[in-house]
């Protein structure tokens, strides 16, 4: 079972960045492909982005791709969301989660997630 804890969430105006982070506890993570999350005020919690276990592969929401870089650190067993030119619809909750590699479709517990908020 892995544990997840997401930080680096902020509010930042249109057109900024921010890098979050997913910190995981559990020694299965190594071999765990990760996703990112989101869930906006009164919709349904989306898919984002993820990546293979070994790093060697990552797949895009539409609405996010050429804008947000996922990357994984094995060592530390922290996954990254790197968001750039973010837009006041990226604003909502990110959540990661281990996630079945090729699908959206997370599995196991969820964390706290981190409000991203950006400004118009």
């Known amino acids: 079972q892995v544990q997840l804890v997401e930080s680096g969430g902020g509010l930042v105006q249109a057109g900024g960045s921010l890098r979050l982070s997913c910190a995981a506890s559990?020694?299965?993570?190594?071999?765990?492909?990760m996703g990112w999350f989101r869930q906006a005020p009164g919709k349904e919690r989306e898919f984002v982005a993820a990546i293979s276990w070994s790093a060697g592969s990552t797949y895009y929401a539409d609405s996010v791709k050429g804008r947000f870089t996922i990357s994984r650190d094995n060592a530390k067993n922290t996954v990254y969301l790197q968001m750039n030119s973010l837009k006041p619809e990226d604003t909502a909750v990110y959540y990661c989660?281990?996630?079945?590699?090729?699908?959206?479709?997370?599995?196991?517990?969820w964390g706290q997630g981190t409000q991203v908020t950006v400004s118009s």
């Open positions: 989660a281990v996630i079945i590699f090729g699908s959206r479709a997370p599995i196991g517990s």
């Open positions: 559990g020694r299965t993570f190594s071999t765990s492909s």
